[in-house]
C-alpha cells in the first residue's frame, strides 16, 4: 500500500465501526512526513491528473460523480473546491451551495432540491453543504422540522433514523446508477475555528465573510460534535464512506480531497470511446479531404511561426 493508499484509508471512516470523532481524528493530522512544499507539489500534478480524468469522464458520458462537502463554518470548503478543482473544465462541474430552503422546496420532501441538482453523466457535482443538514442543522433547532410540515405521526422520535435509512437508500440508488458517492466533512478543530472567525472580524478583505450567526452557531460545538459523529457512524456506508479530512492546515486538506477524488476517479477505469467501423471510414475519408487541401502543410508553417 502506498503513502495516498495510506492516507486514504487512514481518513476514511469504516463502515460499520463506530467511531469517536474526538479521539479518532485530529483536525490537525498533516501525514507522515509530508511537508508544505511537498504537499503543494503533489496537489499541483494532482489538479493537472484530476484535468485528464474529467476530460474521459465527459467523453466517456457514464459516470457523474457527486462530491459532498460538510463542515463546520470556516473549515475552508469554498478554498477547498477552489484549488482541488483549479485545472478542470467548468463546463463540467456544477457547484450547489444549499442555504435555507425556500417556500418552494419547503413544499416538497426534504430531498426534492438535491434530486434537482444532480450532476449529469459525464460531469462531476459538487454539493457544498447537503442533504445531511437535515439530520445536522435540524437536529440542533428543531423548530425548524415546523417550516417542514410533516405530518404530525411522522415527528417522532425515530425521525434521525429514518433520515438516515433514506439517504442510505438514497446514495445506493445513484451508485447503483453510475454517480458515485464521495462524501467529506472538515474537521476543523474549535480553536482554529476561533482564530479564522478573529481574521474575519479583523482584516478589511475578510470582513464580508464574517456573520454573527456563525458565532451563535459556535456556541452549540459540542451539540454538532454530536450530531456529526452519530451521522458518521450511521450513515459511513460500504458504497458511500465518509472521509473525515483535517481542516487545520489547509494545504494537507486540499490535497487530501484532491488524492480521495482522483483515486475514486482512477477505480473507475475511465476511458475516451472507440470509434466504430462506420465512424473510422468517415475519419480516413476526412483526412484525406483536408491532406489534399494542404491543411497540413499549411499546419506546419502556423507551428514554426508561433
Excluded at 39 to 46: P, V, W
Excluded at 156 to 171: L, M, P, T, V
Aim: glycine share 6%; aromatic share 10%.
Amino acid at each position: 500500500m502506498n503513502r495516498i493508499d495510506e492516507l486514504i484509508h487512514a481518513l476514511q471512516v469504516p463502515p460499520g465501526k463506530k467511531i469517536s470523532l474526538k479521539h479518532d481524528y485530529d483536525p490537525a493530522f498533516t501525514g507522515e512526513k509530508l511537508n508544505k512544499a511537498e504537499a503543494e507539489g503533489l496537489l499541483a500534478d494532482g489538479v493537472q491528473r484530476l484535468a485528464e480524468l474529467q476530460d474521459k469522464l465527459y467523453a466517456q458520458d457514464t459516470y457523474g460523480p457527486l462530491v459532498i462537502l460538510q463542515a463546520l463554518d470556516a473549515a475552508g470548503k469554498d478554498s477547498t473546491i477552489k484549488h482541488v478543482m483549479s485545472g478542470v473544465n467548468p463546463q463540467g462541474v456544477e457547484v450547489h451551495s444549499f442555504k435555507a430552503p425556500s417556500g418552494e422546496e419547503l413544499d416538497h420532501d426534504y430531498l426534492w432540491r438535491n434530486f434537482k441538482a444532480l450532476p449529469r453523466r459525464g460531469h462531476i457535482g459538487i454539493f457544498n453543504r447537503s442533504y445531511y443538514e437535515e439530520v445536522l442543522v435540524v437536529r440542533i433547532h428543531p423548530n425548524f422540522l415546523d417550516a417542514q410540515k410533516l405530518p404530525p405521526r411522522l415527528r417522532s422520535e425515530d425521525i434521525w433514523q429514518r433520515r438516515f435509512d433514506e439517504i442510505n437508500h438514497f446514495e445506493k440508488y445513484l451508485v447503483n446508477n453510475g454517480f458515485p458517492v464521495l462524501k467529506f466533512f472538515l474537521n476543523v478543530s474549535k480553536e482554529e475555528q476561533g482564530r479564522r472567525f478573529l481574521e474575519r472580524a479583523t482584516r478589511p478583505e475578510k470582513n464580508w465573510k464574517f456573520s454573527a450567526a456563525d458565532m451563535k452557531e459556535r456556541e452549540r460545538w459540542d451539540e454538532y460534535q454530536a450530531a456529526y459523529e452519530d451521522l458518521f457512524n450511521h450513515t459511513s456506508t460500504e458504497w458511500a464512506p465518509w472521509y473525515i479530512i483535517p481542516a487545520d492546515t489547509k494545504w494537507f486538506t486540499r490535497l487530501a480531497v484532491a488524492a480521495i477524488i482522483i483515486r475514486t476517479l482512477d477505480d473507475l477505469k475511465l476511458a475516451y470511446p472507440v470509434v466504430g467501423e462506420a465512424q473510422q471510414a468517415e475519419l480516413a475519408a476526412a483526412r484525406a479531404e483536408l491532406l489534399a487541401q494542404g491543411i497540413a502543410k499549411e499546419a506546419g508553417k502556423a507551428k514554426k511561426r508561433k
